[in-house]
């Protein structure tokens, strides 16, 4: 049975960091495309950053670049979102996604395997 736990959320100050993690149990972890979205009240799910099995593409939302980080480390199972210079509107609940293939797509719709999320909130 295919299982994502997230960990690492929790309540910030601006500009403070984050390590989100996310050990994957169940699948192919080493095939899978890993992802994170995110999910701020009254908002669609949005995403944030995705990283290939493989490890050699990343991609990101325009808001997240130069300060998040998407990194896997196969041998754990673990996929890990490092998030600096945090600010207000990175609040949210923070979700990992995974879906097979070798590709990163930005759309919720096609990741089948989903985390029960952790919160993030970051007070100005």
């Known amino acids: 049975q295919a299982q994502l736990v997230e960990s690492g959320g929790g309540l910030v100050q601006a500009g403070d960091s984050l390590r989100l993690s996310c050990a994957a149990s169940?699948?192919?972890?080493?095939?899978?495309?890993m992802a994170w979205f995110r999910q701020a009240p009254g908002k669609e799910r949005e995403f944030v950053a995705g990283v290939t099995w493989s490890g050699d593409s990343t991609n990101y939302v325009d808001s997240v670049k130069g300060r998040f980080t998407i990194s896997r480390d196969i041998a754990k199972n673990t996929v890990y979102l490092q998030m600096n210079s945090l600010k207000p509107e990175d609040t949210a609940v923070y979700y990992c996604?995974?879906?097979?293939?070798?590709?990163?797509?930005?759309?919720?719709?096609?990741?089948?395997?989903w985390g029960q999320g952790t919160q993030v909130t970051v007070s100005s």
């Open positions: 996604a995974a879906r097979p293939g070798a590709v990163v797509p930005t759309g919720w719709a096609v990741y089948g395997y």
């Open positions: 169940g699948i192919p972890f080493s095939r899978y495309t």
